[in-house]
């Protein structure tokens, strides 16, 4: 299998922190540059985006969320996501981590538009997303889970983008509890491997 990523993609950070936790071996992680347009990356994910995997019979597997349950479908015994169990509120977490990412990755986009193209508006609303995001994360006990769930991994991944690209946006006032569940959990080996430098 290929994994097209990019190293600083914070939705393709999620997907490698889940393959050295769950330990899945064959997989050859090749950086790339969506921007790029490379002939490869353009054959198996028409969109260009990534994180994209290719299977070993030629197909693809593209949106992180997808490969996400399908490693933790076939490698995890679905242990991430849980099996069969149709649990409404840890699905909404997800999804509001998700838009989340989706907010910080936008709000960088916005950050590298040319001086007066930048928009006060989306630049506001997608800071007042994220500030609210953290506020019900903080409170909704997604980080005292007793066992690792993808929502821990992809809060983790989130927090370490903000730092990353956001060093401005002081998120641990708003979400101490957070903060202090994030300096231990950043020291796994996963977390450490894969971080963007």
């Known amino acids: ?41 353009l054959q198996a994910n028409p969109l260009g985006k990534i994180p994209c995997l290719q299977l070993n019979d030629g197909s693809a597997i593209y949106d992180s969320e997808v490969i996400l349950r399908f490693f933790d479908f076939e490698f995890g015994r679905s242990q991430l996501f849980g099996a069969g169990v149709h649990d409404w ?44 995001g953290l506020k019900q994360l903080e409170r909704s006990g997604v980080i005292s889970r007793p066992r690792l769930v993808i929502q821990q991994i992809s809060l983790a991944c989130l927090l370490e983008y903000l730092d990353f690209r956001h060093p401005d946006i002081s998120w641990r006032k708003l979400a101490p509890a957070i903060s202090s569940w994030l300096s231990d959990f950043e020291t796994e080996p996963a977390m450490q491997s894969t971080r963007p430098s």
């Open 1 to 41: 299998m290929k994994l097209f990523y990019s190293d600083a993609s914070p939705y393709a950070r999620c997907v490698r922190v889940v393959i050295r936790y769950l330990e899945i071996d064959g997989i050859d992680e090749l950086k790339t540059d969506p921007f790029d347009n490379s002939e490869a990356l």
């Open 89 to 132: 509120r840890n699905e909404s977490h997800f999804s509001l981590i998700k838009g989340m990412l989706d907010s910080a990755v936008a709000l960088r986009q916005e950050q590298l538009r040319e001086e007066g193209k930048r928009s006060l508006f989306w630049t506001a609303r997608h800071e007042q997303a994220l500030f609210r």
